[in-house]
């Protein structure tokens, strides 16, 4: 069975702009979350997608966004860009939702830089 | 915050000795979750100790819960280079999300 997977998995943009990830669970995963990880901050969670509705949303701008498709496959948005935004982006998936005891499974990452 | 803290925050040990890392947390759970992350990369999961377990094994890696001191630990024994990494742990309680500790660095010197 195929990972998950993201894309892209390096960008480089600049203040000001936006930028939209991209992440595909494992095939038969309903639940897709996000985490940011900076070296300062750690694994923050950002939100959980489950069946295209999102369950749970972490403390974040709502300059911070996402959306999850019919086939599972989930976007985030991320609208104009800060220098603080520069980060590794995680995208996990799992079977059932966080706190069902399930394990995520997550995606190699995507390593955003602001410039 | 449920958020858990790793201890040490890093570790560096010779190849062929034994890693402890404990994690604590603050609010009841009902599993506790171990990630190996090597730089800059994905998130792997190691082991699944749920909140009425006490001791699990797998493989090399052992992993204990006190849910009464809410806490656990990671030995990793018999370490070898390429377990240098990053390890988290992960709490999740039903309906809540999951909350990721701050991490240890290994690192095994060969």
């Known amino acids: 069975k195929a990972g998950v997977t993201q894309t892209p998995r390096y960008l480089i943009k600049t203040r000001g702009q936006q930028v939209t990830l991209s992440c595909s669970p494992i095939?038969?995963?309903?639940?897709v979350s996000w985490y940011q990880q900076t070296p300062g901050q750690g694994l923050q969670f950002l939100f959980e997608y489950f069946s295209e509705t999102q369950r749970n949303k972490g403390n974040f701008p709502g300059r911070f966004s996402g959306r999850q498709f019919s086939n599972s496959r989930s976007e985030m948005n991320v609208s104009t860009l800060e220098l603080g935004d520069s980060a590794l982006y995680l995208c996990?998936?799992?079977?059932?939702?966080?706190?069902?005891?399930?394990?995520?499974?997550f995606g190699p990452g995507t390593r955003l830089t602001v410039l | 915050s449920q958020q858990g803290e790793e201890d040490p925050q890093a570790l560096s040990i010779q190849e062929g000795e034994n890693a402890t890392m404990n994690c604590s947390y603050k609010?009841?759970?009902?599993?506790l979750q171990w990630y190996r992350q090597n730089s800059g990369r994905g998130l792997v999961h190691l082991i699944l100790i749920r909140s009425n377990e006490r001791e699990k094994h797998s493989g090399r890696l052992r992993v204990t819960l006190d849910t009464s001191k809410k806490s656990s630990s990671l030995l990793i024994t018999a370490s070898r280079a390429a377990d240098t990494a990053s390890y988290f742990c992960a709490t999740d309680k039903a309906g809540n999300q999951f909350y990721f500790g701050t991490g240890t660095s290994l690192t095994v010197i060969p």
């Open positions: 996990a998936s799992s079977f059932t939702p966080q706190g069902g005891s399930d394990t995520q499974y």
């Open positions: 609010t009841s759970i009902n599993n």
């Open positions: 095939s038969g995963h309903r639940s």
